[in-house]
Nanobody
């Protein structure tokens, strides 16, 4: 069983940046591929980015590419999502998720076996 813990969310003003963190509670999660998703009230869960555990290759959604950077620190066993130029439309609950299988698709929630509880990001105008 893999448990994931997100942190770093909060209330920020438009134009600000945030860095979210995702850390698993078990060492076995070190070999999992990790993705970030978000879900706003009344909307479907949306893929943001993912990173493979081996090579650390990043994958981004077209809508977020250029404003976010996903990275991982294998020593700390933590995956980060840096977001820039935040807008009120970015307000959502942000989740990290882990999947054991490497490869496409990276953007489908059903591909991921484990999910965190989410961290809230609220962007004020």
């Amino acid at each position: 069983q893999v448990q994931l813990v997100e942190s770093g969310g909060g209330l920020v003003q438009a134009g600000a940046s945030l860095r979210l963190s995702c850390a698993p509670t078990s060492a076995t999660a070190r070999t999992y591929n990790t993705g970030w998703f978000r879900q706003a009230p009344g909307k479907e869960r949306e893929f943001i980015a993912a990173i493979s555990w081996g090579s650390g290759t990043p994958y981004y959604s077209d809508s977020m590419k250029g404003r976010v950077t996903i990275s991982r620190n294998n020593y700390r066993n933590t995956v980060y999502l840096e977001m820039n130029s935040l807008e009120p439309e970015d307000t959502a609950l942000y989740y990290c998720a882990a999947k054991s299988r490497y490869g496409w698709p990276w953007d489908r929630p059903e591909e991921y076996e484990y999910w965190g509880q989410g961290t809230q990001v609220t962007v004020s105008s």
